[in-house]
């Protein structure tokens, strides 16, 4: 188990940051003992977390995303559709960005 400083400082992020995602509902299974430890299946979800963000996915759309995980593979049609649809809005700000350029 880790305390929040110490994820804090392993993924480089904001204690600030950690506690709005718990808030959002994003590490629906961390634990509290007076402060907040996070085990290994919180270390993975922000691995996910980190990486949907890195996309360019809003906290929205990452919550909707580990809650079809939570459901399991039935949701994998909606999860795709998802990669997708963030992935033509990649597409078209890379090809407004070089329009730009031009």
Known sequence: MYTIGQVSERFDLPVSTLRYYDKEGLLPHIQRQG???????????????????????????????????????????QRHALFVQQA??????????????D
């Open 35 to 77: 402060i907040r430890r996070f085990g290994e299946q919180e270390l993975e979800a922000l691995r996910v977390i980190e990486c949907l963000k890195r996309s360019g996915l809003e906290i929205k759309e990452i919550k909707q995303f580990m809650e079809w995980c939570a459901q399991g593979s039935e949701t994998y049609p």
């Open 88 to 101: 033509e809005r990649v597409e078209a700000e890379i090809a407004r960005l070089q329009k730009s350029l």
